[in-house]
């Protein structure tokens, strides 16, 4: 057994290398084409990574994941709303909306309170400290958004047109 693996070993090792005629690493790798360019959702997908990266690496300042804020922004829209709403209106996974309101509520920047109407459900409120890092984080998110929204410049109302109709055909948005 072992000679078969020696004698593949040096089959492989005889094979011919592709030329590299002088160049270094990186001029080879961009002479390389990407066939995903192409696909719009390809596209999508890498700038959505890029985008959230540096909302992840803004957010971490404020010692905040994306769910954190994204709660904080959900319930300062909608004072009283009901825990299991932020699942709906995120398409988030109640677990991780859980987690992050434990989060949110150690930090004093969320209460939850038992409802008056149902006593099984728990009412969301923002404390004045969430407010008030709301507002700081806030500021710099806007920048992030202004930034890419300039890239659209004038089209930027046909681009959101057109990502709300690919909401809707994935039933993301009604």
Do not use: W
Not at 13 to 25: A, Q, V
Not at 123 to 146: F, N, P, Y
């Amino acid at each position: 057994m072992k000679g078969r693996r020696s004698e593949r070993a040096s089959e492989v090792d005889d094979l011919p290398k592709p030329p590299n005629r002088g160049r270094g690493r990186s001029q080879v790798v961009d002479d390389l084409v990407n066939p995903m360019e192409r696909f719009v959702g390809y596209k999508i997908r890498r700038l959505q990574h890029s985008i959230i990266t540096e909302l992840n690496e803004l957010l971490s300042a404020f010692e905040l994941r994306i769910m954190d804020f994204a709660i904080l922004c959900v319930v300062e829209a909608n004072p009283g709303m009901y825990q299991n709403g932020i699942s709906r209106l995120l398409g988030a996974e109640p677990p991780a909306v859980v987690l992050a309101l434990d989060r949110l509520e150690a930090t004093r920047c969320v209460t939850r309170e038992l409802s008056t109407v149902d006593k099984r459900l728990r009412t969301l409120r923002l404390t004045t400290s969430g407010s008030r890092l709301l507002r700081k984080v806030m500021i710099k998110v806007d920048l992030q958004e202004a930034r890419f929204k300039g890239a659209a410049g004038k089209n930027l109302p046909a681009f959101v047109s057109s990502l709300d109709d690919m909401m809707r055909l994935y039933g993301l948005l009604d």
